[in-house]
């Protein structure tokens, strides 16, 4: 704060003024709040009581001595409460204006033209700081977290496959049951003979005969039987008749 006031007497302003204004603000400052700049009024003729302006990194302090310099009146601002600020210059010095969102404006008359173009600066930039956080910051670099190559892998599940031991079949006959296929192998079973129930041809009288030998040709015309045997089974009747 010391070497900011430094600065700032520098600029044609009053000492007197500016350490009776240090004085009551040490008081008034809050934690990490720093004085960017401190403007006074010089008016063409004598100045006794002038009116000052304070902007700090969290606020805009307007100081308006009373009770003929025996007190001080202050006023505060934050910068979030700030809607803009204007500089308006004149032959006999300059006019600081800032306006708040809540539609009410202050301005602060015959300021040197150096101080207030530095109080227009200093304001501009607190309220680029408050529109865009993000470029005044410091960039934070985001620690990347090394990937572990076995947890993002799928686990491969192998797929075993049983083989089952076959055996080649060389004898067809080996599937089918005798007994259910119902094939009887004569040269096997020589000895048993089918039993039959149909009577012998010699014993059939020529009405017989002649009626199986028509049943015979039904099935030949429905093709249940070969033409080779019906002519045997032919042959074999008419020989009885």
């Known amino acids: 704060m010391i070497d900011n006031l430094k600065k700032i007497l520098n600029e044609d302003q009053d000492p007197k003024a500016i350490e009776k204004i240090t004085s009551?603000?040490?008081n008034l400052l809050m934690n990490n709040e720093e004085v960017g700049y401190i403007a006074v009024q010089k008016k063409p003729a004598v100045t006794i009581l002038?009116?000052?302006i304070v902007v700090t990194n969290k606020r805009i302090i307007l100081c308006k001595p009373k009770n003929l310099g025996l007190s001080m009146e202050f006023i505060d601002y934050d910068w979030d409460d700030i809607a803009a600020s204007f500089v308006k210059e004149g032959i006999l010095g300059a006019d600081f204006t800032?306006?708040?969102?809540?539609d009410l404006t202050h301005t602060v008359d015959y300021l040197p033209k150096n101080q207030a173009r530095k109080l227009y600066t200093y304001a501009k930039e607190q309220l680029d700081l408050l529109k865009n956080p993000v470029a005044f910051s410091a960039p934070v670099v985001e620690e990347v977290k090394p990937i572990d190559v076995a947890?993002?892998?799928?686990?491969i599940v192998e797929e075993v496959v049983e083989e089952i031991e076959t055996e080649e079949v060389t004898?067809?006959?080996e599937i089918i049951p005798v007994a259910q296929s119902g094939y009887r192998d004569e040269k096997q079973h020589p000895d048993e003979q089918p039993e039959s129930t149909e009577r012998k041809l010699s014993d059939l009288s020529q009405d017989e005969l002649f009626e199986k030998l028509q049943n015979y040709k039904?099935?030949?015309d429905n093709g249940l039987i070969m033409q080779g045997e019906y002519d045997a089974l032919k042959k074999e009747i008419l020989s009885h008749m």
């Not at 800032?98 to 809540?102: D, N």
């Not at 947890?151 to 686990?155: A, L």
């Open 50 to 52: 002038p009116d000052s």
């Open 151 to 155: 947890e993002t892998q799928p686990e």
């Open 24 to 26: 009551k603000l040490s």
């Open 218 to 220: 039904k099935l030949l």
């Open 171 to 173: 004898n067809f006959a």
């Open 98 to 102: 800032f306006s708040t969102k809540s």
